[in-house]
């Protein structure tokens, strides 16, 4: 079965770090893109964070301007698993995240669609 499975999210306070997980089961992610997306309550889905893996040895990470210097993307293909460190973590990062992946060579992430999803994780950052 093809999916991806989001963990690792929860309820931390301002300041406090967490880091979510991408599994990918079904495909082996070293021939993907992965992009982490996040969708807060009344708001749009926005791409924080993608990264493209060149022959699973040159890796091409890519941030938004409002998580840039505090998340951190990574991939351990023994894992066949993508990870986002998310530091210094604010009220306003709380949302839904979402892994999602695309087969592609491309090392620009950023513009590509993504096609395969995972369900989601809820991050909550609050006092």
């Known amino acids: 079965q093809v999916q991806l499975v989001e963990s690792g999210g929860g309820l931390v306070q301002p300041g406090e770090s967490l880091r979510l997980s991408c599994a990918a089961s079904?495909?082996?992610?070293?021939?993907?893109?992965v992009g982490w997306f996040r969708q807060a309550p009344g708001k749009e889905r926005e791409k924080i964070s993608c990264?493209?893996?060149?022959?699973?040895?040159?890796?091409?990470?890519r941030y938004a301007d409002s998580v840039k210097g505090r998340f951190t993307i990574s991939q351990d293909n023994a894992k066949n698993t993508v990870y986002l460190q998310m530091a210094s973590l604010k009220p306003e990062d709380t949302a839904v995240y979402y892994c999602?992946?695309?087969?592609?060579?491309?090392?620009?992430?950023?513009?590509?669609?993504?096609?395969?999803w995972g369900q989601g994780t809820q991050v909550t950052v609050s006092s």
């Open positions: 999602a992946a695309v087969r592609s060579s491309n090392t620009n992430c950023d513009v590509l669609t993504y096609d395969r």
């Open positions: 990264i493209s893996a060149i022959r699973g040895l040159t890796y091409y990470a």
């Open positions: 079904g495909f082996t992610l070293n021939s993907y893109a």
